[in-house]
Nanobody, 121 residues
Framework: QVQLVESGGGLVQPGGSLRVSCAVS????????MGWYRQAPGKQRELVAT???????NYADSVKGRFTISRDNAKNTMYLQMNSLRPEDTAVYYC???????????????WGQGTQVTVSS
């Protein structure tokens, strides 16, 4: 089975930094695009950042210049480095991965369980 395990969430003060990770395991032959999404209480889930297999990156306007998405293909792991955190960054952060389980399979989207990030004094 394919599993996405997120870690690194927690409580941080405004202006602080945090790094969350997403480790992908299971029967996998190829991973294409990976991304981070977040959902705050009372709000819809929104895209934070994406990274392609070629390490092309894009970010939501609200996090540009503060967040950095990266991936380690050898480890099948994705990271989100969050700097200059603001209270409005408080949300559950979810990992999404597009992958193939075998060479003949279609591409499927998989979601992590989410990790809580709280920015507060």
């Amino acid at each position: 089975q394919v599993q996405l395990v997120e870690s690194g969430g927690g409580l941080v003060q405004p202006g602080g930094s945090l790094r969350v990770s997403c480790a992908v395991s299971g029967s996998i032959v190829s991973i294409s695009t990976m991304g981070w999404y977040r959902q705050a209480p009372g709000k819809q889930r929104e895209l934070v950042a994406t990274i392609t297999s070629g390490s092309n990156r894009n970010y939501a306007d609200s996090v540009k210049g503060r967040f950095t998405i990266s991936r380690d293909n050898a480890k099948n792991t994705m990271y989100l480095q969050m700097n200059s955190l603001r209270p409005e960054d408080t949300a559950v952060y979810y990992c999404k991965v597009v992958l193939k389980r075998s060479t003949s399979d279609a591409w499927y989207q998989y979601w992590g369980q989410g990790t809580q990030v709280t920015v507060s004094s």
